[in-house]
């Protein structure tokens, strides 16, 4: 080892220039800082402090992949995710800067209609949107304005009204309170917990813009029947002359029933399907948030609605509630389907619904548990205790499944099945066979302690899960 000796005279006082970036190096320097949480602090933070805090308070979200809760895509391929981070910067409305973008979003509209059967996909329209809540409101829009059209003798005055299920999702209800339509909703029946054909028709009049068939329903994933919609809304006008067109919202549905039952017809086949939207962002396999809106022909999307900005020389129609919005998740959507096409959306929603309906049957067979569904149309079941279950209830059970990480959502079903309390189970892509085999695990270990329970524990039904559809 070489012995050396003290400073020499002449470099006693010699530093070294640091750049202001560098800053963030001192392991000490941050901890005089204090930034306030709920107002815009006075000074700037080094960034990985900055980032190493916003990071640690996100450490307490849930961990998506374990959320059983949400539809919302919650793993893509990392080839989406570099896609996405290389696009994060360009916004969907500046059509004129970003034209292949806008073609992208173009193609997806074209491949969606052809996937939807529209009769003439080149006289079909349709957008992307920020999801499937945007797509209704712009589809809720366009009844409106039709129906105002075709009774401007007698609007304003008469008040518009949408018949449904009382099963739709939140959407619907905002859609009726923001545009001022009269929401008319089919109770739930008995073992009916989505929209029955004949008691919709009950509910129209001259004054229906439209009837909102769901495929399928958020509740207890079962497809509405569109067909028997269709067709009691047919023999509604000829009986007497009231022409009500149908939306399906296919938030779900319409990107899963397209592959596994392409024999169902609930889209443009059946000719009173005016428009159909969906989530790009749930089974259409894409990161939040995009949606897409389609309408069959131009006659079902009023001229007037729609805005024009510019593109190439020339316009390009839009229809949006947004004006500024992110590129990336439409560029998502198009590498998806260019990556999987029919074959490979086919075997990514079949494995989905195989550990659905499998899970579904592991958890009929732990005997304490009646099924409402099993995971055989959406890849989504509810269940409810069995009858002779008497010391615990669903809100239990989703709380103690939190210990494990699992987010299960309990809920009370609407009227008029007030007195029914369910667990919904969601399966997505990235839920695979051993993740719910563990669920499984997970579920009956709990079991014997929740039979021991002396009664239901969960007071506050209400604040038990904080679940909204
Ligand atoms: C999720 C959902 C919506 C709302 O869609 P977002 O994409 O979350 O805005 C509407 N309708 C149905 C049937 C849904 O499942």
Redesign the pocket.
């Known amino acids: 080892m070489a012995l050396h000796k003290g400073p020499e005279k002449q470099h006693q006082q010699r530093v070294m220039s640091v750049n202001p970036f560098y800053g963030e190096a001192n392991p000490v320097g941050g901890m005089a800082e204090a930034p306030p949480t709920h107002r815009l602090p006075d000074a700037p933070l080094a960034p990985s402090t900055a980032y190493q805090l916003v990071h640690d308070e996100l450490m307490l979200d849930g961990n998506s992949r374990l959320n059983l809760a949400t539809?919302v895509t919650t793993w893509m391929e990392p080839q989406a995710g570099v896609l996405m981070a290389e696009c994060r910067d360009k916004n969907m409305i500046d059509k004129d800067e970003y034209p292949r973008t806008a073609e992208l979003e173009r193609r997806c509209v074209a491949m969606l209609a052809d996937l939807w059967n529209a009769p003439d996909p080149a006289a079909a329209v349709g957008c992307s949107t920020t999801?499937?809540?945007e797509a209704?409101m712009l589809a809720g829009m366009a009844l409106k304005r039709r129906w105002a059209k075709r009774n401007a003798d007698r609007y304003p005055g008469a008040r518009p009204n949408l018949v449904m299920g009382i099963n739709v999702?939140v959407?619907w209800e905002k859609f009726c309170n923001f545009w001022e339509v009269e929401a008319r909703l089919v109770p739930m029946e008995g073992d009916r917990f989505h929209l029955d054909p004949q008691a919709a028709v009950e509910l129209c009049d001259e004054n229906t813009i439209g009837v909102v068939g769901?495929l399928g329903s958020?509740f207890d994933g079962s497809y509405e029947p569109i067909v028997d919609l269709c067709a009691a809304l047919d023999a509604l006008q000829e009986r007497t002359g009231l022409d009500v067109p149908v939306h399906v919202?296919g938030?779900?549905g319409a990107m899963v029933a397209p592959f596994l039952e392409p024999d169902l017809e609930w889209d443009f086949r059946l000719p009173r399907v005016a428009s159909i939207n969906t989530?790009g962002?749930?089974y259409g396999l894409v990161y939040p948030g995009v949606?897409w809106a389609l309408w069959r022909d131009t006659d079902a999307l009023p001229e007037d609605l729609v805005f024009r900005v510019n593109y190439l020389g020339g316009d390009m129609p839009t229809f949006a509630l947004n004006f500024s919005r992110p590129g990336a998740q439409v560029v998502a959507q198009y590498y998806s389907f260019l990556r999987l096409g029919r074959e490979g959306y086919r075997a990514v929603q079949q494995s989905t619904r195989d550990v659905a309906t499998s899970l579904a049957d592991g958890i009929a067979e732990l005997g304490d548990f009646r099924l409402l569904t099993r995971g055989d149309q959406l890849p989504v079941f509810a269940l409810t205790t069995a009858d002779d279950v008497t010391s615990y209830d669903v809100f239990d059970v989703s709380r103690r499944l939190r210990e494990g990480g699992w987010l299960v959502p309990a809920y009370t079903f609407p009227a008029n099945r007030e007195d029914l309390s369910v667990l919904r189970v969601v399966c997505r892509n990235g839920f695979s066979r051993d993740l719910a085999d563990l669920f499984l695990d997970d579920l009956t270990r709990l079991l014997p302690e929740l039979r021991r329970q002396p009664h239901p524990l969960t007071r506050d039904k209400e604040a038990a899960t904080g679940f909204h559809h």
Request: aromatic share 6%.
């Open positions: 539809f999801g499937s809540s209704c999702q959407c769901i958020t919202d938030a779900s989530s962002h749930k949606g």
